[in-house]
């Protein structure tokens, strides 16, 4: 076997880049030059045709399915795929040891598939057991994602690539949606049904990764990114039905025949081309009607044109001309008649002795001893004795007011009863 010169894939690779640029410098080749040994390993597997391949692959999962003996001799190769052309088996057999996806060994005289075959063998078998039922690749990333973080090993290109598949089945389900299609809105709602059990098992994966304390602030965010991205789609299925729920308060129902457009439109979906050709003959026959003269629409602008046009214009939408501000000197002020209360101020100030508050408090009217108990609260009172004007000198008058708990009749006749009281001049109090 010859070795493989490293020097010599590196010049080559070197030929396709930039003068003056580096391999070994460029972040995104690092991992794909440290990998190398891997990538030759499927490179040895898949180069060829497609009848090739598929013989390497069949070589190499039959030699690797024997769990319990792993060990093969060549006569074993041999009669277990006896089908194969035997130099074309050889030939593959030789191609897999050259390429250290089999090992040979010259003490017991067997193979056996190399840990770098048995990796590729698991790669290849995973994406062949999401293929059936996984044609979005959502299912296998997320895979992928949660059995790095099992073992404690969290791929940010897993994480970005998980994210990236998302935002792209966002985009197409919102393109959807702005259609206003039926059928695209419901193939879309189906394509989502597909990958909702996909979407709910990563939830559930990129929570618990990004609950971890151990991840770096870039991969963090990198989860909470893909997080809020499922989220996303897991509400979709609402916007979904509810723009369905609008086609179909729209939908036209042909007659009495519980048909409706979409049924119409869902049967001429399932003819073919030459069905369809079948029932346009003699189409151009039938007498045209002019679908453009819409009743409705006529009135509706027949109306606006003979009606609303000409009140419109009729209207007096013109604003009025402006007017000067009047001053306050133009304003009317009211005098306020002061005389009622000038007049049962001179009477309080005359009083020497205790007055009944009944006494105190007849009037002419129930206004006027309304009146004249609201005023007597202000005997007294500093902030009212420190104004100025007529309810002021009340309030300054050398009176005490004292009320007691119980009501009596103060023989009026607009007043039933009264709180029981009197007025007692500040230099009498004690008497």
Known sequence: MLPIDNAGADERLQDVLREGISAEDLPAVFPLLRGRTLLRAFSALFHGGDAQVLLRLLVLRTLGARAHAPEWMPSEIRDQLAFVEPVKLETVVQRLKEHELLTWDGETLRYRVSPLGRKALAAVSTLLEFERDDEDGLGYITAQLAAGHAVGRISVDELGHLLSRLSELKEDFDRAVLSGSEHRIRRAALHLESVWTWVEKGTEVVSSIADSDKLDSATHRLAQAVGRAQSALLRQAGVFQRELNKIDQHRVHLGRTGLSSSDLVAWLRSLTADTLAGHADEAHLLPLHPPFVQDQIALDVAEYELLERERAAAENTTLPSAEATPTTHDLPIDEEDLSP????????????????????????????????????????????????????????LPLRLEIEPRLVDPGLATIALVSAGRLHPKDNRHA
């Open 341 to 396: 209360l000038l007049a049962w101020h001179g009477e309080l100030a005359a009083v020497t002795q205790p007055l009944e508050l009944t006494d105190a408090l007849r009037g002419d009217d129930y206004a006027l001893s309304a009146y004249r108990l609201s005023l007597l609260g202000l005997l007294g009172d500093p902030e009212s004795s420190a104004l100025q004007g007529a309810t002021a000198d009340l309030a300054r």
